[in-house]
Structure formats: C-alpha cells, structure tokens
C-alpha cells in the first residue's frame, strides 16, 4: 500500500488563490485563499510488472487483478471544508481491460500532462466526478502496426445544479500508427462527453416537458449516437421539448485530436491539436481555427548532478474566438455562436461546483471581474492563449517548474466584451527531499495575476510532503 501525506498553507495578496496555484488541480484548492491543508492518500496498485521466472509464471495465472485509491484534503482559512476528490475500486480483466467505480483524477486527449495549459473538454480542473467506466487502458495488440484504446462510462454531477439528477455519458476511442519501438508514431482518436436528463421547475415549456429533460432509455440511445431529432417523424411531443426536437438530447461536446511522437537519441518531441466541437460547426467546418495546439519537446540525456538540466519545455496555444462565425442556423454553412460551455438548458454550463471541466480559461463568469459583463455561467468564451511550461531539475535534487500564460479575451458572442481584455498569469513551483528525512519533500510556489481580467495578484504556498510504501 502506497500513501503520502502532505500539510501546506496558501497566501496571497487579494485574499483569493491566483490562477495558476489553482487550475487544473482537480477542485481542492479553493479560491479563497487557505491559511492551511492537510491531504492524506492511500492506494493500493495493481501487482509489479514480473522481474523474475517466478514472477512470470504467478503472472500469467494472475488474470484478474485490483486496486483501490482514496484521498481526503481538509482546507480551512476564510472557510472549512473537507473534500474527498479520490475514493475508487479498480480491477483489471487480463492484461488491458480495466473496470472501475468511484472517483478517481482523469484528464482526457492528446495534450501533455504534466505542463498542459489544460485539456479542451476534461483537464482535471474540478472534482473528480462519481463514475463507473469499462476501458482498454493500453494500446492493444500492443506490439502491432495499429493500436486501439478507448473507454465508456456513466457518471452523475453534484445534486445541487439549476438542472438537478443530471447525468454524464462518455466515451473515447484512440488509435496509434507505428509499432511502440519505432521513433515515429502518429495517433488519432475523439472523446464525446454528454450531460443529459435532469429535472428542474425553473425553465419554460419550450425547452422542457413537465419540468423533466429526456432520460429514457431510448433517449439514451440518442445521447450515445448523437442523433439529431429534427428529420423524425416519431418524436412524442408529450415528452420532448421544441428545443431537443430542434437540437440533439443532452449538452454534447468533446474533441478530435491527432498528435505525432518522433523520439530521438537525445530528446523527443511531441506535436497535438485538439479540434473543438460542440454545435456542428466542426461537421461543417467553420471552426477550424478553434483548437488547442501542443508542442513538447523533452530531453532524455542522463541528469546533471553539478548543475542544471532543462528536462522538458511545452508550448501551447489555445484559441476558440471563432466558435464557426457570429452567425447561427441561417444555413448549413452557418452555423456558428457555439458559446462554448454555455447551454439553454444546462445553464451551470460545462461545470462542476462553479468550475469549468475543461480548459480553465473558458472561464465562470463570478471569477471575472465585477465591472465585466455578466452573462451565463461563462461570459468570456472566445480567447487566444499563449502558454508556455518549463520543467528540469537542478544538481540532481531541486525540481523546478514553471508555467506561463497571456491571454486575450473577447467575452461571449452574446454579450462581447466593450475591448479585448488581456491577463498575464505564471507560477514558480520549487520541490526539493530532505536527505536526513526519508521520503519527505519541501515544496514552495509562487505565483502572480497581472492584467485586466482577475485582481492583480501575488500568491504563494508552502508545504511538506511525506511519501511512502507501508510494509507488508
């Protein structure tokens, strides 16, 4: 069994967290600045990879495999609260096939993890979500020309929305071109997320029937399929609103990516775009200028013990001004104001608890400024954001990391902003053991806000991390 513990504190000059202290950081830190956490984890991991004959041959009798994780994180400052962003079963089915229930942290697409500006449709930006999911983890046949893998699962957000008991359908397919010891490889894939049914006395009979959104199981057919209701002939128009009759079941998006990986002796480099879609215009189109665009480049010569090593640099840019054009349903070739994260029924957006799910710069409206339009659960939409991560690690100890972004912000189709607003947001995050005190670590970060979009703002957080391995 594995564990780490960890006890911090956050302070900044506002009073609240800046952007990069707490984006894509999975929902626990709050946005009020935290005087102190505490954060303790637990997991159990599926068995070692064999190293002996021995080992090989309990292997191969061992078809089913589990694990379990759970994490609970008490934040106290301006307000307490405990969260429990992990609590998962996990078992495995042979060498790829996994199923697992709970909570767990996820980040969906081709985009580079570890530095990524945030991941288009699922960055990890909020709490995990309660889920079941059935998934090929790996690449399977794993040492062929072409390799498959995907998931499906069914989730259910927080009760406490606009549209209550509203669920998640999701799925995703990838596929790699080379075989996994080839210096270039091309992948390819799409997820598909849907919020869908739900029940809410709050909005009017043209965008829902009997104060209930469609969850049937033939509905549910729909959501999976993505199949528009306006050709049919057979709607029951007891039960379907005018708006699904004129638009598909649920609140659909997701991506389609394309990434290439070429490894080198010395560095490899990775290059990704995730296209955007959401209300058509990507079938059509009209948006291809929306999409999140990735280069890594990563050093693999052997660490320098007497001085500093640059291990990984990213650059990113995000952009989703286009959103197909600022017109809407005048013909096929039109159909744009895709108001990304914003939705007619669905109007806490593509959000859990007030945070957006996917890149954290589509971002809610109560985060802006006071003095910017309010407008949805997202007023700023269409952005251009230019990111760049750096990580290395110096004498062979200190770790560094640092991230990046300028953006420039245009607010929503709906509701512009009067002038392009622009936001400078960076941090500086240090991590270093100490000899003397096996398995604990020292970690320090600060980070800044400048610009016209957040409070200008320095913050800063301390802590210390103790990780480990119970015995057996």
Do not use: C
């Amino acid at each position: 069994m594995q564990y780490h513990t960890e006890l911090g504190s956050y302070v900044a000059t506002s009073g609240e967290t800046p952007f990069w202290l707490r984006a894509n950081q999975y929902g626990i830190v709050p946005q009020e600045a935290a005087l102190m956490t505490f954060r303790q984890a637990v997991r159990v991991d599926y068995h070692d990879l064999p190293k002996t004959k021995l080992d090989s041959l309990r292997a191969v009798n061992r078809r089913i495999d589990w694990g379990w994780g759970a994490e609970a994180i008490f934040n106290a400052g301006y307000t307490y609260k405990l969260l429990i962003p992990e609590a998962y079963v996990k078992v495995k089915f042979g060498k790829a096939l996994e199923a697992w229930a709970g909570r767990r942290r996820e980040i969906m697409g081709l985009v580079d993890s570890t530095l990524t500006s945030g991941s288009y449709a699922w960055s990890g930006n909020t709490l995990p979500m309660l889920k079941i999911q059935l998934a090929i983890s790996d690449y399977l046949p794993r040492h062929a020309l072409i390799g498959l893998k995907g998931f499906y699962a069914h989730g259910w957000f927080e009760e406490d929305r606009f549209i209550k008991n509203s669920m998640l359908h999701q799925k995703a397919l990838y596929g790699r071109f080379g075989k996994p010891n080839w210096r270039l490889k091309f992948y390819g894939g799409i997820n598909h997320q849907v919020m869908w049914g739900g029940n809410t006395e709050r909005l009017p009979g043209g965008v829902i029937k009997n104060n209930q959104l469609p969850n049937r199981f033939s509905d549910y057919i729909d959501v999976i399929t993505g199949s528009s209701l306006g050709n049919r002939t057979n709607v029951d128009t007891n039960r379907v609103s005018s708006f699904d009759r004129e638009n598909r079941i649920g609140n659909h998006l997701g991506t389609v990516d394309i990434g290439i990986d070429y490894i080198a002796r010395h560095f490899s480099v990775f290059a990704y775009r995730q296209n955007i879609y959401e209300d058509g215009s990507l079938f059509h189109l009209t948006n291809l200028k929306d999409g999140l665009h990735g280069l890594r480049f990563r050093n693999r010569r052997p660490g320098n013990r007497s001085g500093f090593q640059l291990e990984q640099v990213l650059l990113e840019f995000l952009y989703t001004k286009s959103q197909g054009g600022a017109l809407f349903l005048e013909n096929n070739a039109q159909r744009g104001r895709d108001n990304y994260f914003n939705h007619s029924q669905y109007q806490d957006g593509w959000s859990r608890f007030g945070l957006t799910m996917g890149t954290p710069f589509i971002t809610p409206t109560q985060d802006s400024r006071n003095e910017l339009p309010q407008y949805g659960f997202t007023n700023n939409n269409r952005v251009a954001v230019m990111h760049v991560g750096l990580s290395g690690r110096a004498y062979g100890f200190l770790t560094v990391q640092a991230r990046a972004s300028y953006s420039e912000n245009l607010g929503t189709y709906e509701i512009p902003f009067l002038r392009p607003i622009r936001q400078f947001s960076s941090v500086l995050s240090l991590s270093a053991p100490f000899p003397i005190l096996n398995g604990i670590t020292a970690n320090a970060s600060v980070a800044t806000d400048f610009g016209d979009l957040y409070a200008n703002n320095i913050g800063f957080y301390v802590g210390i991390r103790k990780e480990g391995r119970s015995r057996k």
